[in-house]
């Protein structure tokens, strides 16, 4: 031992002596990421600008167990490629991408790690991707998202030539709504349910990917994954009606549908975002066209449930604001898409793999992760909105127009369980175990509490909002239960509840454009003066309260099928929900439209265009509902669509949060009738 | 030593230039004649142009790990030369111009009668403040922090009470008098204690007492003092109250100026002083006083104060008043975490501060010229009388309470950043307090949007288009650019402030 | 006879500062309030004077309070002015009567 320190010293003396003219410096040269076609490779170059001898020991594509590097790149292992390279020496490094068979995502997008000896940079990575896409193909979420942005732009440039007509801002409303339609039609069509974890890309596709902040780590991070991808679809659908649904209103148009735009741009980047910061940017983006679009164009009391709306949600944003720094500022390092090397970033993917638990931190003596998750909840709880957090909820649907309620409820709910889903669930898996429990609770609360709430309104639009926070309630519960049935049914009751709810406050909308009153006690008898609206209303009321048959039911049934094996209680509690909640239904359904018709409707000042007649629905009217009811009833006898698009994100998901091993990753068969027949977890 | 003093003439360069154009003003206005209002601003526009271009090349020259000149101490000691002076002297130029701006169709600079009479003293005055904000900038001894700071007050002063048949204007110059003079009594007591603790006047030299000596008792006094005087000039609770009677009676373009020149200023001289005196945000801090605890409780007082009191305002300049009470608050949080990271949130908080803070008075300004009112019914339905001009008070608006995809929103951003970067219960609970103050803010500024564009069926309707002047609607536009810009890309100017965080030893 | 040293200046000071500081606290009268601004300013300036003399030696202090004399005749100056153009609309000079802009 004693006799070898001089030979100790005489190393690094030595050593110290070989790095006298400065220490070796490892650099690329060229652009980064370095792209390659499939079948070929691809070639950088590394440099040693030091003074002194570099010595590498590995060159390699980044893998892990937790997120692995996409199939077929590898690198190209020539002659001499882990010689030392003297000072002023290149080299070239090839990357080859050999897929097996026909790659299925659109792009890939991967690392080459470089290990040195440069004292500085001991660890670099150049970045590389692979694309197949055409132009437009590469570019398909930032296509989806900013299409309507453009429209915005449009109409605005529009106004500054004072040549905005109403007529010409509600075509340009169509045309961009009906592009971001056709595009995620055929993002559907294109996306590959099969691609998960295990295939890289840490599963998601359609990914572009690059360095927007680079001082700050932050990036231009787009990407769908089963989940994502079926809400981009909600919207797309969603959106589209709620234009055809906009034409009552009159007045302000130009500005009303720039702001109705703007914030569907802000809807489809919040579910197409990857990056924390771009999330939290689209996210706030929402606020401001929806404080407008109820406060200028709403109800009686627009201007309180405006600024209720805003100041609820609002607050729950600066909350996640202050969880998405504490968890920025804990990441680990990693790098950014070129190859640079990052102290944290702000993507969601590489948050996934860190484990905020195993750092022990605390804040003010609770744990870290902890208060995060619960900040985080509480922002994306607002939004769902959940008890006790739901009292906007009410205000801001009956004051807003039609077209905005059918959005809000649509789309806007949904993100809050995404963001539970995307955020607490996935970066924060240890946590979401313990407050497992909570959410299952409030979920029963908001099922109970939201139907009861219903049964006694007498405003039929009151009504269905309050329907709605009972019908997120399942969301919750399913969540909650961390099952694949109990997950998969609350993210097809998601998109069920979209397309039901919008039917339902459309329906309303009919009537109260004739009537200019919502009362259900003023209704009765309609079923005589309305027939086809009654069968739509049935089918809507039907869908809603869950009749087997039509596509409420089978959400609802995973739901209660996933949950019943972890929180048996709160199951039994939720079903004898699913009573009230019919009970509601028929109860409203009775009084507005079987019975004896009220003869002073003939005679009222608002059927006075008509001849004291209820006029039947119109094309148009029949255009905005003929789709979603073709989706509610096919949905309901043929789920497996939807189910298998979710499919594997989902479960990759649910594996990262129960396993809550972030090295275990696991891809259970993602077929829906696996799902079905498979028993509790 | 007189050839010294001599030799640094040539870092002075901004400041000559500001007193060559104060002459200028001057003899322009005797010697000119028929309407000289516009010749004056137009001296005082070219003037500040100058000053901003010079003291740009200052900072290029200075910046940096190998700069050309050293930053250094110049006239012995009294001013420095180094990149967070310059960078100072290059904002104050901006805003100060866009102040002179928005001035020229006022009354009171001249603009409402025919001889452009009162120009010559506005623009001379004005140019005066300036010089003493770029002196305040580089001062780094006790004196020339004095100086400059009551040059700058006692011209404010005047400048609030520049309208003399308003009464209001002379309440203002009487309020601000009185609250004035006891802060800058009450400061330079405190340098007096200070002067007594450590022997010298030079901020270096104290740094170098205060590391060795035992007086602790006398330098907390004489810190405290100071920070009296600082707190007043930024506005900070409890010495704020000055400020909503101020900025309601002063002249618009006046409380514009004040909101953002001397504000920027007194935190660019608390930077310098407590980075250099006390060296706050060394390692081990000397004499053990707990700086950030006192930062930090400072800043929670005044955003909150400052916000909540904000709520019954009908005055919209008033209400603006207490919202810049409740940003100095805001910029205080930076201010509590002595870090590098702290000190450039800071600065980049006061640079978007000053563009969507000169917009919001601004179309103040544009809408009491046509209406003759500044509250709030005053905006009401402007959002269908002049769309524009509400279009850009929306985004100002928006940008002051800190949303994406605005400038504040960043702001807002780097400070929390810099909060919870530091780490540490105290921090994380000041960060809470600042996120809730920003949606308390955000009832208040919607109050406006409310009027704007939400009509009431209660409410009286206000008719009539309201015209915007084109020069008002020329510099809304190149305010309502970088609010929006730099809500999307802001590394350059982050960079930039960065660079200038160099003090001369 | 007494050995006057530094203590005693420095009292004198505070005492004068303290002075100041309550007839600006309490005083009404705006040419009141001035004084008590003006006490507290040669409340420092005999301060400055005082740590000159029997601490650093040199003339710092001492420049600094002729700086202050100078400063404080220039404030004193506009505040008069001030309150004549208060006084030509307020037709007072009582600090507590102009009061018109709190709402």
Not at chain 1, 193 to 210: L, V, Y
Not at chain 1, 263 to 276: A, I, K, P
Not at chain 2, 222 to 245: C, E, N, Q, R, T
Request: charge should be neutral; glycine fraction near 10%; include cysteine.
């Amino acid at each position: 031992m004693i006799r070898s320190i001089p030979l100790v010293l005489a190393l690094s003396l030595s050593s110290a002596l070989a790095w006298a003219d400065g220490p070796p410096r490892i650099e690329v040269v060229g652009k980064a990421p370095v792209k390659i076609k499939a079948g070929g490779t691809a070639a950088f170059r590394l440099a040693n600008t030091g003074g002194a001898r570099l010595e590498i020991s590995e060159i390699r594509v980044r893998t892990s167990e937790a997120m692995p590097a996409p199939a077929g790149f590898s690198v190209v292992q020539d002659e001499g490629l882990l010689e030392p390279l003297e000072p002023g020496q290149k080299r070239t490094v090839s990357v080859a991408f050999r897929p097996s068979g026909p790659h299925r995502a659109k792009q890939l997008f991967g690392h080459v790690e470089i290990l040195s000896n440069d004292p500085a940079h001991r660890r670099i990575a150049v970045g590389v991707v692979t694309s197949k896409g055409s132009l437009l193909g590469d570019h398909m979420l930032s296509c989806i998202t900013f299409v309507p942005l453009a429209g915005v732009l449009a109409i605005f440039l529009l106004f500054l030539v004072k040549r905005s007509s109403d007529r010409l801002c509600q075509i340009i409303a169509y045309v961009t709504t009906a592009i971001s339609l056709a595009l995620s039609i055929w993002l559907v069509i294109q996306y590959d349910p099969g691609f998960g974890r295990a295939d890289g890309n840490a599963g998601m596709q359609f990914i572009e990917h690059s360095v927007w902040v680079a001082g700050f780590n932050i990036e231009y991070f787009l990407g769908v994954d089963g989940i994502s991808v079926t809400m981009v679809l909600l919207t797309a659908i969603i959106s589209f009606v709620g234009v055809i649904v906009s034409t009552s209103v009159t007045r302000q148009v130009p500005g009303y549908y720039a702001m109705y735009l703007l914030l569907v741009t802000g809807m489809f980047g919040v579910f197409v975002s990857l990056d924390f910061f771009l999330f939290y940017v689209f996210w706030e983006v929402m606020l401001l066209p929806m404080y407008f679009l109820i406060g200028i164009w709403g109800g009686p009391r627009k201007e309180y449930a405006a600024i209720k709306f805003f100041l609820y949600t609002l607050a729950g944003s600066v909350l996640m604001l202050l969880a998405l720094i504490l968890l920025y500022y804990n990441s680990e390092p990693t790098y950014l898409v070129d190859g640079r090397a990052a102290q944290h970033t702000f993507s969601m993917v590489e948050m996934m793999l860190n484990s905020y638990d195993q750092l022990g931190l605390t804040v003010a003596g609770v744990s870290m992760t902890r208060l995060c998750w619960v900040f985080l909840f509480i922002g994306f709880a607002i939004k769902v909105p959940m008890f006790p957090f739901h009292t906007w909820l009410p205000d801001a649907h009956v004051e807003a127009p039609t077209a905005i309620s059918v959005i809000l409820a649509g789309v806007l709910l949904k993100m809050g369980t995404y963001g539970m889903m995307r955020i607490n669930f996935a970066i924060l898996p240890e946590a979401t175990q313990w407050a497992a429990s909570a959410m299952a609770v409030f979920g029963v609360i908001n099922i109970i509490y939201g139907a009861f709430c219903a049964m006694a309104q007498e405003d039929l639009k009151k009504l269905v909002a309050y329907s709605s926070v009972s019908h997120m309630g399942f969301c919750l519960l399913g969540l909650s239960a961390l099952t694949p049935q109990g997950m998969n049914g609350a993210v097809l009751q998601m998109f069920n509840h979209g397309t039901i709810t919008a039917m339902l406050f459309t329906l309303v909308g009919v009537v109260y454009d004739r009537a200019h009153t919502r009362e259900i006690g003023k209704f009765g008898g309609l079923a005589s003066e309305m027939p086809l609206y009654t069968a739509f209303v049935g089918l809507a009321f039907m869908a809603s309260l869950g009749l087997p048959g039509l596509s409420g039911f089978i959400s609802e049934a995973l739901v209660f099928l996933g949950s019943f094996p972890v929180w048996p209680v709160a199951t039994i509690i939720a079903i004898t929900g699913v009573i009230i909640t019919a009970a509601y239904h028929l109860w409203a359904l009775q009084r507005v439209f079987l019975g004896k018709f009220n003869e002073s409707w003939r005679k009222s000042h608002a059927l006075e265009a008509t001849g004291g007649k209820f006029p039947e629905m119109n094309l148009r009217e029949l255009a905005s509902l003929a789709p979603l009811a073709a989706i509610v009833i096919v949905l309901g006898f043929y789920p497996l669509p939807i189910l298998n698009l979710i499919g594997t994100g989902l479960e990759d998901l649910r594996q990262m949060v129960v396993s809550a091993d972030h090295a275990a990753v696991a891809r259970a068969g993602s077929s829906a009738l696996d799902l079905l027949a498979a028993g509790p977890r | 030593m007189p050839a010294q003093s001599v030799a640094d003439l040539r870092f002075i360069y901004p400041e000559l230039v500001l007193a060559g154009a104060i002459f200028a003003i001057l003899f322009f206005d005797l010697a000119g004649r028929g309407d000289r209002s516009r010749g004056c601003a137009t001296i005082a526009l070219a003037g500040l142009v100058g000053a901003g271009v010079l003291a740009a090349r200052d900072f290029l020259l200075c910046r940096g790990a190998h700069p050309a000149i050293e930053p250094h101490a110049i006239f012995s000691g009294l001013l420095a030369f180094d990149p967070f002076a310059a960078g100072m002297k290059v904002f104050f130029a901006m805003a100060c111009a866009l102040i002179v701006v928005f001035s020229i169709p006022t009354e009171e600079a001249g603009g409402g009668s025919a001889k452009g009479r009162g120009a010559g003293e506005f623009y001379g005055l004005f140019l005066c403040i300036v010089l003493g904000l770029y002196l305040m900038a580089g001062a780094r001894n006790l004196l020339m922090l004095y100086l400059s700071l009551e040059l700058v007050s006692v011209i404010s002063f005047v400048m609030a009470g520049f309208r003399t048949e308003d009464h209001k204007s002379g309440e203002a110059a009487l309020k601000y008098v009185i609250f004035g003079g006891a802060s800058s009594g009450v400061m330079l007591y405190g340098m007096s204690w200070l002067f007594g603790a450590t022997g010298s006047l030079d901020l270096g030299e104290i740094a170098a007492a205060l590391a060795t000596t035992d007086s602790k008792a006398a330098v907390f006094v004489g810190v405290l003092g100071v920070l009296a005087g600082f707190g007043y000039k930024i506005s900070a609770v409890p010495f704020h109250m000055w400020a909503p009677d101020v900025y309601e009676g002063a002249p618009t373009a006046i409380t514009a100026f004040l909101s953002v020149g001397p504000k920027a200023a007194g935190f660019a001289m608390m930077l310098r002083f407590f980075t250099q005196a006390l060296g706050a945000n060394a390692e081990v801090v000397p004499l053990d006083l707990p700086w950030p605890l006192v930062g930090g409780i400072l800043a929670a007082v005044t955003m909150t104060v400052g916000n909540l009191t904000a709520l019954g305002q009908n005055n919209v300049k008033r209400m603006l008043a207490y919202s810049s009470v409740a940003h100095a608050g805001y910029i205080l949080m930076g201010f509590s975490v002595f870090d590098d990271l702290g000190m450039r949130s800071m600065l980049f908080y006061i640079t978007v501060y000053c563009f969507m803070n000169l917009g919001a008075f601004l179309v103040v300004m544009a809408v009491a010229e046509r209406t003759g009112s500044e509250r709030i019914e005053a905006f009401r339905g402007l959002g269908r009388r002049a769309p524009l001009l509400a279009a850009a008070m929306a985004i100002f608006l928006f940008s002051l309470t800190g949303l994406p995809p605005m400038a504040g929103f960043i702001g807002k951003f780097y400070l929390f950043v810099a909060l919870l970067e530091k780490g540490g219960t105290g921090y994380a609970l000041l960060a809470v307090i600042g996120a809730l103050n920003s949606v308390v803010a955000l009832f208040y500024y919607a109050r406006v949007l409310k009027a704007m564009y939400l009509r009431n069926a209660a409410e009286p309707e206000a008719e009539g288009p309201v015209p915007v002047r084109p020069l008002y609607g020329a510099t809304l536009a190149a305010l309502v650019v970088p609010t929006v810009v730099l809500g999307l890309y802001w590394m350059p100017v982050f960079a930039l402030v960065g660079e200038s965080l160099n003090f001369a030893r | 006879m007494l050995d006057v040293g530094l203590t005693h200046y420095l009292t004198v000071a505070a005492i004068l500062f303290g002075f100041g500081f309550l007839t600006l606290m309490t005083r009404r009268n705006a040419v009141g309030i001035l004084l008590g601004v003006e006490l507290i300013l040669n409340a420092a300036g005999l301060n400055f004077v005082a740590f000159s003399h029997y601490v650093t030696g040199g003339v710092a202090g001492q420049v600094f309070t002729v700086f202050i004399i100078i400063l404080a005749a220039s404030e004193a100056a506009i505040g008069l002015a001030v309150v004549l153009q208060v006084y030509k609309h307020y037709r007072t000079i009582d600090a507590g009567m102009v009061s018109r802009l709190r709402q």
